[in-house]
């Protein structure tokens, strides 16, 4: 089966720093992806780790531990915008979600 | 470019009724995967279609059928409506059934709403 856990909520402050973690079980796993949903809305692409280690894509990081069965997501410069849901989800030719972290950007 | 089209938007049934939803994938886009999601929860997996055939399938039952055309376009049908149905249905599209980088892109959805 899968198992994808991430916080439900986080807040902070416009121009600080959030880090999303996710850790994951699946029976399969050909890399990890991270998208960002606004309300309403589909979500859009953000990161994909294949393998493990850093991947840095302007004010957004995503990171990999394959042995840990564990990522992260790194926003950096927060902006009001970036308020959303974040979802990390797991290829396994397929994609398994997680339930989303809800992030609430105050000014 | 057209990215991943859906219809309808938003729709309306009743418990018992039947509904078809619509995808387009993206321009040169073969794959089609079909998630449920419920609100204030992550997408589901309910099934992928490549090649016209159902390739692979979440923990849904029968009710939920599909189908691919050789256009590459794809229809989710839900029978017997129940009010656990209400939810956004997204159909994401992609190239063959390995989602590399960047290539699982996702419609706006189908909004069902089950009375």
């Known amino acids: 089966g899968q198992n994808i856990d991430q916080p439900t909520e986080m807040t902070a402050t416009e121009g600080a720093i959030v880090q999303i973690n996710c850790t994951y079980q699946t029976s399969g796993f050909n890399g990890l992806f991270w998208y960002q949903q606004h309300a309403g809305e589909a979500p859009t692409f953000l990161s994909y780790?294949?393998?493990?280690g850093l991947e840095e894509k302007g004010r957004f990081s995503s990171f990999l531990s394959r042995s840990k069965g564990y990522s992260y997501l790194l926003l950096k410069e927060l902006q009001m915008k970036d308020s959303a849901s974040y979802l990390c989800?797991?290829?396994?030719?397929?994609?398994?979600f997680g339930a989303g972290t809800t992030v609430t950007v105050r000014a | 470019d057209a990215g991943v089209t859906q219809s309808p938007t938003h729709l309306i049934k009743t418990r018992g009724q039947q509904v078809t939803l619509r995808c387009s994938p993206k321009s040169g886009h073969d794959t089609v995967s079909w998630y449920q999601q419920a609100l204030g929860q992550g997408p589901q997996f309910i099934f992928q279609y490549y090649e016209e055939e159902e390739r692979q399938r979440g923990n849904f039952p029968d009710r939920f059928s599909g189908h691919q055309f050789p256009n590459y376009s794809s229809e989710l049908n839900v029978n017997a409506l129940l009010l656990g149905d209400s939810a956004l249905y997204l159909c994401a599209s992609s190239l063959s059934l390995v989602a590399r980088t960047g290539e699982l892109f996702f419609g706006e959805g189908s909004r069902l709403t089950v009375l």
């Open positions: 780790n294949v393998l493990d």
């Open positions: 989800a797991v290829n396994d030719y397929k994609l398994s």
